[in-house]
């Protein structure tokens, strides 16, 4: 991907880039220079749960399908508690 340096020193994360990172409007981001190159780096240290009409909402990007997920934590219950783990 290529993008341009503006006259006033700011670029353009492509789209498809920002989506594949999770990077939306104020995200915060890493800069630094290593070796002749500049690395651009998303922080993630920051919670993606945030509060919508008094509900707490995850707004990040899932790794896993949450109803694998669900399956997986309801038979490591089940084992636990027939003494199968």
Do not use: Q
Not at 18 to 43: F, K
Not at 47 to 72: A, Q, R, S
């Amino acid at each position: 991907m290529v993008t341009t340096l503006d006259k006033y020193g700011r670029i353009i994360i492509p789209k498809k880039l920002r989506e594949l990172l999770g990077i939306t409007a104020n995200t915060d981001l890493s800069i630094r220079e290593e070796g002749n190159r500049i690395i651009i780096e998303p922080i993630v240290d920051k919670t993606n749960i945030i509060e919508k009409d008094g509900i707490l909402v995850y707004t990040g990007n899932l790794d896993i399908d949450p109803d694998e997920w669900i399956k997986h934590l309801r038979n490591k219950r089940v084992e636990t508690l027939s003494g199968n783990a």
